[in-house]
């Protein structure tokens, strides 16, 4: 999987992640470290998204149609979020 037209690679889930899901509750297992990471509602719903490769303009496209955000605010919230995902080992990019 290489480099979309705007050059931007896309993030996809990372091998050997579980998705422990309760209720409203999502926690990420993460068998390397035996870690794991709670996810809110928002942070839920782009790893539901993310259950195919999604550029983070995807990401904020999707977001946006279902949230009441700023392009600014979501993108920010949404990098934001993805170094967390990616620093734990739960996403890659490529």
Do not use: F
Not at 45 to 60: C, F
């Amino acid at each position: 999987m290489g480099r979309r037209r705007n050059g931007e690679r896309p993030w996809r889930r990372a091998a050997g992640v579980i998705a422990c899901v309760a209720e409203d509750e999502v926690r990420l297992l993460l068998r390397e470290t035996w870690d794991y990471l709670e996810l809110d509602q928002v942070s839920r719903r782009i790893w539901e998204l993310l259950s195919e490769p999604k550029t983070t303009t995807q990401l904020v496209a999707a977001l946006r149609g279902e949230y009441d955000v700023t392009i600014e605010q979501c993108q920010a919230d949404i990098r934001a979020l993805l170094a967390v995902l990616h620093e734990a080992g739960a996403v890659i990019t490529g």
